[in-house]
């Protein structure tokens, strides 16, 4: 059944599945706020939990449940997420053993990314695959920077943050959040 719009709202139809982007980016950004210090870290992840929490509400209200997925989707999308986790947790825990643990985290956002490429054509977003390709980009300049440094601080804190803002970004874009607020700043 298909929720009636609130007044004053565009309503752009149904999405498949809206808290993809928002519950993505709380994780990352759980990982990029573990690499801050302890009194900074909490504030941080407590700022970016808040704005997962508004994101995943405004979606809730503007698309419900959201729009099932084609037929046979399902099980491409759950394939997809089990095979892209197990690789992520095999490439983890291969650098942590040949004392590479460092590139962990921006491996991670380039296999991620090329999941969310892979995902994009199943869901018909285009917005993904930008954010894959953002993924990939932002994956090997943290590699760059783990191999340049010593430390957890640019390739995880970095990463994770940028991340988390960059599933929080096309979440709204993809929700016309974005849109909304560009016009209310117009009026």
Known sequence: ?????????????????PY?????????????????????????????????????????????PGEPLRRGGRGRFLRLLGVTAALVAVAVTALGRFSWG??????????????????????????????????????ATGALLALGTAGGLYPQGMVGLVAGGLFWLTSAHRAGLLREVRYRVRR
């Open 102 to 139: 460092e590139l962990a985290v921006p491996v991670a956002a380039a296999m991620i990314g090329v999941a969310l490429m892979m995902l994009s054509s199943q869901l018909d977003e285009r917005s993904l695959l930008a954010l894959g390709g953002a993924l990939m980009v932002l994956g």
């Open 1 to 17: 059944m298909r929720r009636a719009a609130a007044p004053g709202r565009r309503y752009r139809g149904r999405m498949r599945v």
């Open 20 to 64: 993809f982007e928002p519950v993505v980016g709380a994780a990352w950004w759980t990982i990029g706020a573990a690499a801050l210090d302890g009194g900074v870290g909490t504030v941080v992840l407590a700022a970016g939990l808040g704005v997962t929490g508004v994101l995943v509400q405004a979606l809730r209200t503007r698309y419900g």
